[in-house]
C-alpha cells in the first residue's frame, strides 16, 4: 500500500484525526498524500495540532476543526488556523486534553458519553460549538461534565517501526495516539521502517501498538517531514520556520505538497 | 555574585515545588526551576519535560532537542491517560505560560477577544481547564507583565480563580512570576503583591499593570537574589548552553542558533 492508496481510501467530507503533538511525529507525509488526492471539506481533528492543520487549512479543503491546542510548540502560533479563526473561515470545536481523551475514550467503548470534572466551570462549556452538557452525578449528585463520544472516520499516526503483522513501535511521546486509534473507525499507520518482527527487548521507553488497532501499515521513510521523529531525526528547523512563513500563500503551499514529506 | 533577571526567576520559582510528585514548566525559565528544585532542594521530584516517553529522569543540561538528552536517564514512558489521573489525585504542579492572568486569579492561554470570531487566536485552552481540577494550585510564569498580560478580566477562562460561586474544589490560584515581581492572591481582595524585583518601584508596576492597586501599607519586600549555589547549579548544570536567554526580554539569542549547535551535537553523537 502507499500513500497515494491511503488517501484514496479517504472520502471528502470524512473527519481525519492525526497523531503526534505540535511539531512532533506528525503524519506530514500522508497529509501531503491528502493534499495531493484533492481531499475537500474535512474534518481534521488532533489533540495538539500542528503544520498538518495549517497545510490542509491553506489550500482551502477543510471545513471543521476539533482541537485542544495547534500550534508550533516553542516556536510560535500556527498561521492558518490562526487566520481561519480570526477570519471566521472554518467551524471550530474546542476541547481541553482530557476532554478530548475522555472522547476517545467514550468511542473506543462505544458509550454516548463518558463523565469528566475536567473543563468543569471554564468557558469550554460555553462555546457555541461545545459538544459538553454538564449532568447531576446520579450517584453522589455532584455537577459532571458529559463528555460526547468523538468518532473520527480515520486516524492516522507515524510510528518509528512496524511488523509484518501490523504492529507498530513508538519510541517517543504516544500524545494522543492510544486512544484517538481505539476511537476511529478506520486505523492507518505510517512507519519509518516496515520490519519482519519488532524487536522483543525493547527499550522500556518505547510503546507497542496491538494490530488490533491498526487496519494498515505503509512504509514512508522521513514520514513526519519537518517534525520530529525521535530518536532518528529532530526537528528540521529552517524548513519548519520556513513554511510558517510561507503558509498562508497556497501556490506555496502546492509546490511543498508536490514535494513530497 | 551578579546576576540576570532570568537566573533570579529561575530561583524563584525553583522554592515553589514540593517533593514525591510531579513537576512541570510550560516556560524555558520554569522548566529550568523545576531542574533546580530536583538538583538542589527536592530530589524525589517526578520530573517530565519535553516528552511523555522521557519521564521520571535525572537533572540534565537544558538544550532545544531535549527528548534525545533526557531519554539517557529517564526511567518510564508515562502514557497520557496516566498523566491525567496524577493530576486528578494532586500529585502535579505545574507553572504554566499564560498570556493573562486576572485580579482573581483565572487565566487563558486560547483567544484574546471574542472566541467566535477572535482578535487573536493563540494555541487552545490545551490542559488548563484539566490542570484545574486535581492540582492544588496553578501557579503561572508570566514572561512578560504588561496591561494585556495581567488584567482585570481574562477574554476566555480556561481556568478560573477566586470570586462568587468558586467551586472549593478546584485548583486555588497560586504564584504569578513576572518579570517585575511576585504576587499571589486572596480570595476576598484577589491579587497581591509578595515581592517586587531589584530596581522595580510600585509606579513600574502600577503603570504595567491592567487594573488599580491598592496603595501599599508598608515598604515592598525584594525578590531574594539566587544564592552562590542557585546560580552554580544553573549555569553549570542545568542550563550551560544559555537557552534561558530565549526568554530575556533583552534577548541576543535565536532559537534556529541553538538548534544549530544541538542538532550538531546530535549528528556527531549517532
Excluded at chain 1, 489533540?47 to 491546542?69: C, K, M, Y
Excluded at chain 2, 520559582?13 to 532542594?41: C, H, Q
Excluded at chain 2, 529522569?57 to 537544558?62: F, Q, R, S
Aim: with cysteine; net charge negative; hydrophobic share 45%.
Amino acid at each position: 500500500m502507499t500513500l497515494d492508496d491511503l488517501a484514496a481510501e479517504i472520502a471528502d467530507g470524512q473527519s481525519v484525526a492525526f497523531g503526534g503533538g505540535g511539531v512532533q511525529r506528525k503524519p506530514m507525509a500522508a497529509t501531503q498524500a491528502i493534499a495531493r488526492a484533492g481531499r475537500t471539506g474535512l474534518h481534521l481533528v488532533s489533540l495538539l495540532g500542528g503544520p498538518e492543520f495549517d497545510l490542509l487549512l491553506g489550500l482551502g479543503r477543510v471545513q471543521r476543526i476539533s482541537f485542544a491546542f495547534v500550534g508550533y510548540d516553542a516556536y510560535g502560533l500556527a498561521p492558518n488556523f490562526r487566520a481561519a479563526r480570526e477570519s471566521g473561515t472554518v467551524e471550530a470545536v474546542e476541547y481541553s486534553e482530557a476532554t478530548m481523551l475522555t472522547a476517545f475514550e467514550a468511542s473506543a467503548k462505544r458509550l454516548p458519553f463518558l463523565p469528566t470534572r475536567f473543563g468543569l466551570g471554564t468557558d469550554l462549556l460555553n462555546t457555541a460549538t461545545s459538544p459538553f452538557r454538564t449532568f447531576p452525578c446520579p450517584l453522589t449528585g455532584e455537577t459532571l461534565v458529559a463528555v460526547p463520544a468523538l468518532k473520527p472516520d480515520i486516524a492516522i499516526i507515524h510510528v518509528n517501526f512496524a511488523d509484518r503483522h501490523g504492529n507498530v513501535l513508538i519510541q517517543g511521546d504516544t500524545f494522543g495516539d492510544l486512544l484517538m486509534l481505539r476511537a476511529a473507525s478506520k486505523r492507518f499507520a505510517t512507519a519509518e521502517c516496515i520490519v519482519d518482527e519488532l524487536p522483543r527487548q525493547g527499550s522500556p521507553l518505547a510503546t507497542v501498538v496491538s494490530r488490533m488497532w491498526i487496519d494498515r501499515v505503509i512504509e514512508a521513510p522521513r514520514g513526519a517531514g519537518m517534525t520530529g521523529m525521535f530518536p532518528v531525526y529532530p526537528i528540521d528547523l529552517p524548513r519548519l520556520l520556513e513554511f510558517q512563513k510561507q503558509a498562508h500563500d497556497p501556490d506555496w503551499l502546492a509546490s511543498f505538497v508536490s514535494e513530497g514529506a | 555574585m551578579t546576576h540576570t533577571l532570568e537566573e533570579l526567576l529561575i530561583a524563584r520559582m525553583a522554592r515553589e515545588f514540593r517533593g514525591n510528585a510531579m513537576g512541570v514548566g510550560a516556560t524555558i525559565l520554569s522548566d529550568l526551576a523545576a531542574r533546580l528544585a530536583k538538583a538542589l532542594y527536592v530530589p524525589d521530584l517526578l520530573l517530565c519535560t519535553a516528552s511523555r516517553a522521557a519521564a521520571d529522569c535525572d537533572v540534565h543540561a537544558k538544550s532545544v532537542l531535549d527528548e534525545w538528552t533526557l531519554t539517557r536517564t529517564a526511567r518510564i514512558a508515562l502514557p497520557w491517560d496516566e498523566l491525567f489521573q496524577i493530576i486528578a489525585q494532586g500529585r502535579f504542579q505545574i507553572f504554566i505560560g499564560a498570556v493573562q492572568v486576572d485580579r482573581f486569579g483565572a487565566s487563558n492561554i486560547s483567544v484574546i477577544g471574542s472566541w467566535d470570531r477572535p482578535k487573536v487566536q493563540l494555541v487552545g485552552a490545551r490542559g488548563v481547564p484539566d490542570d484545574l481540577w486535581g492540582c492544588e494550585r496553578l501557579c503561572y510564569h508570566i514572561r512578560q507583565h504588561t496591561k494585556r498580560s495581567i488584567v482585570e478580566k481574562v477574554d476566555f477562562v480556561c481556568s478560573f480563580g477566586y470570586g462568587p460561586g468558586r467551586d472549593p474544589r478546584a485548583a486555588k490560584p497560586g504564584l504569578v512570576v513576572t518579570d517585575l515581581g511576585v504576587f499571589d492572591f486572596d480570595a476576598d481582595s484577589g491579587m497581591r503583591i509578595v515581592s517586587l524585583h531589584p530596581d522595580v518601584g510600585f509606579a513600574t508596576l502600577q503603570e504595567r499593570t491592567g487594573f488599580t492597586w491598592p496603595e501599599p501599607s508598608g515598604p515592598i519586600p525584594l525578590t531574594p537574589a539566587p544564592t552562590a549555589e542557585e546560580l552554580r547549579v544553573i549555569r553549570e548544570l542545568i542550563d550551560p548552553h544559555g537557552v534561558r536567554r530565549l526568554e530575556a526580554n533583552d534577548g541576543d539569542v535565536s532559537a534556529l542558533d541553538l538548534w544549530r549547535t544541538a542538532a550538531a551535537n546530535l549528528r556527531e553523537m549517532s
